[in-house]
């Protein structure tokens, strides 16, 4: 049974360039979180996709946007990129059979802006 | 906004000792989980708290969620290295699906 996948690894960008990171969830899942983490801290909210619709949004501005396909799988896509966007972006998927709210961490996109 | 603050920040410990972080909330909470990040991996889910003052024991890890929902502690009793890592807290709103993160707690254990 495989987990929570992320791809890809880790990407480099320049500033004003664009971004899509990707996300499987754990088999069985059904909703699917975004996280930002910065060096250093703790992983902040982005937004969770559920039913292939936004279901909650952090504070982040509209320069990040997401996606969720049929098949449960998440796209999260950030626009104009600028330096502050570096950080390791965490995807988390959960569902009925991990008892609800319990959150299975995928390994991270790690994403450098230069 | 929502805070989540953890204390302390570091905590370097020797082989044997314990060991306790604390959480602490701006507002009331629904839920807190609390997960471990060893240096350079990702997140991993080690339990929840829902009820007013309930207590949780994983083997030498005692969870506590406070009366008022609003702090919670993780202790981990005679520390291995095997415990090194960021302990996080992250604390939930109502019933939302929204969890907001503490600023973590950093333990080194030293042989």
């Known amino acids: 049974d495989a987990g929570v996948t992320q791809s890809p690894t880790h990407l480099i960008k320049t500033r004003g360039q664009q971004v899509t990171l990707r996300c499987s969830p754990k088999s069985g899942h059904d909703t699917v979180s975004w996280y930002q983490q910065a060096l250093g801290q703790g992983p902040q909210f982005i937004f969770q996709y559920y039913e292939e619709e936004e279901r909650q949004r952090g504070n982040f501005p509209d320069r990040f946007s997401g996606h969720q396909f049929p098949n449960y799988s998440s796209e999260l896509n950030v626009n104009a990129l600028l330096l502050g966007d570096s950080a390791l972006y965490l995807c988390a998927s959960s569902g009925r059979t991990s008892g609800g709210q319990t959150q299975y961490f995928g390994p991270g996109t790690r994403l450098l802006v230069l | ?111």
Request: proline letters at 4%.
């Open chain 2, 1 to 111: 906004g929502q805070q989540v603050m953890q204390i302390p920040q570091y905590q370097h410990v020797q082989e044997g000792e314990d060991f306790t972080t604390y959480c602490n909330s701006s507002t009331t909470l629904s839920n807190i989980q609390w997960y471990k990040q060893r240096p350079g991996g990702h997140p991993v889910f080690l339990i929840q708290l829902v009820k007013s003052g309930e207590v949780k024991k994983q083997k030498r890890l005692t969870f506590q969620f406070g009366e008022a929902k609003k702090n919670s502690s993780l202790h981990i009793t005679a520390t291995q290295t095997t415990d090194v890592g960021t302990y996080f807290c992250a604390g939930g709103i109502d019933t939302g699906n929204q969890f907001y993160f503490g600023t973590g707690t950093s333990l080194t254990v030293i042989p």
